[in-house]
């Protein structure tokens, strides 16, 4: 495993601010980042994602939960708590690639922002249930889970 990842991996499992400004030594200069929310390419729009998140949840904790590679990619199985004082977390997985400087020049996330965010936060919270609720093949046949039973 690369150096970039290894650093990368210990960011996420303690983020902080001067651990984005650390991004350099984990990103190409031109990395492709993507996630339900935002698709930039540049390790300066990554950094401003980063620091986004952490203006916004400064209590942000992930908790690696599992690492896979294949010839090409290694991906990296995640819970994410927004507030590591509250009780909401959003599973997910991210797949990253190394250029052949063995920095990061890919970074996608995968998650469930409609069932694990939106169907928990007050403004987008009805409209997301009745969606998700709506959108269900057959409610009966389901396993019921808070997001989709309230």
Not at 30 to 58: C, E, S
Not at 104 to 120: Q, V
Request: glycine letters at 2%.
């Amino acid at each position: 495993m690369s150096e970039a990842l290894n650093k990368f991996k210990t960011f996420c499992e303690n983020v902080t601010r001067e651990g984005i400004e650390q991004f350099d030594q984990m990103f190409e200069a031109n990395a492709l980042f993507r996630d339900p929310f935002n698709h930039v390419r540049g390790v300066n729009a990554i950094k401003h994602i980063f620091t986004h998140m952490m203006d916004n949840f400064p209590r942000t904790k992930f908790t690696i939960i599992d690492h896979a590679q294949s010839d090409h990619y290694h991906y990296l199985r995640w819970d994410f708590q927004p507030d590591a004082n509250k009780a909401l977390v959003i599973d997910g997985m991210t797949q990253i690639h190394l250029g052949e400087t063995q920095l990061i020049d890919e970074h996608i996330d995968y998650w469930d922002s409609a069932s694990r965010l939106f169907a928990e936060v007050k403004p987008t919270k009805s409209p997301t249930r009745w969606l998700l609720n709506r959108l269900c093949a057959d409610k009966s046949a389901q396993i019921q889970s808070e997001q989709l039973s309230q």
